[in-house]
């Protein structure tokens, strides 16, 4: 059941990005809890009905817990939709996050996920339709602990085949890709307009999540 009451979503304001800018564990998890974690459930109700008819199957909602930190403060948090109701970092997933500096909307395969190999074999078969499907303003990235990543538009063909080579045969290697939207964009603060546009993402990014259960 949802944390919140909001009838609908709100949006996202600047003090929603500030709490990645609160000193301390304790105090920066209770802003956390009490800002941004009502948005990301009512957000798990409503996106992932829509991913359910996406995607074909019923996706649960995952909002992070942050519950194993006991001295770092997270610089960002997330809800993420996955195919498995028990956890969703093993699998293939979607997800809405915010760091202090943007919000993120992303497909993705993190180190845990055991068949991720198989999906980097398949996406290299392929690269051509990937690389003409993802949109140029779409950002890659190879590790998401880290805010930043690379534009598609920025690219090279072997530059991508590189990223998922290495998500083939790194272990601890990762991959996602979806938008970043920058901390003051009036789409942020425009909820109805926000859900839209995670909609239409997630609908450019479905024939990578299909690759990885092809």
Not at 25 to 45: N, Q, T, W, Y
Not at 125 to 135: C, K, M, N
Not at 149 to 175: F, I, M, N, P, Q
Request: glycine share 6%; net charge negative.
């Amino acid at each position: 059941m949802s944390t919140t009451t909001m009838e609908t979503f709100k949006g996202f304001d600047d003090r929603d990005f500030e709490v990645f800018e609160i000193s301390g564990l304790e105090s920066r998890m209770d802003a956390l809890i009490e800002r941004v974690r009502p948005k990301f459930h009512f957000l798990g109700e409503s996106i992932s009905q829509f991913l359910g008819g996406l995607c074909q199957e019923e996706m649960f909602t995952h909002v992070a817990k942050h519950a194993r930190r006991t001295v770092n403060a997270p610089n960002d948090s997330w809800v993420a939709f996955a195919n498995n109701k028990r956890g969703y970092k093993a699998h293939p997933h979607f997800q809405i996050g915010l760091w202090s500096t943007h919000v993120f909307v992303q497909f993705a395969i993190i180190y845990e996920c055991p068949n991720k190999n198989i999906f980097a074999e398949r996406a290299l078969g392929e690269l051509d339709s990937i690389r003409s499907a993802v949109p140029d303003h779409y950002v890659w990235s190879k590790d998401h602990m880290v805010p930043t990543g690379l534009t598609h538009s920025d690219l090279s063909e072997e530059d991508l085949a590189d990223l998922l080579t290495r998500l083939k045969t790194v272990k601890a290697s990762e991959l996602t890709c979806g938008i970043h939207i920058q901390r003051g964009d009036p789409l942020l603060a425009d909820g109805e307009a926000f859900i839209q546009l995670v909609e239409s993402t997630f609908r450019t990014l479905l024939p990578l999540y299909r690759l990885a259960f092809a």
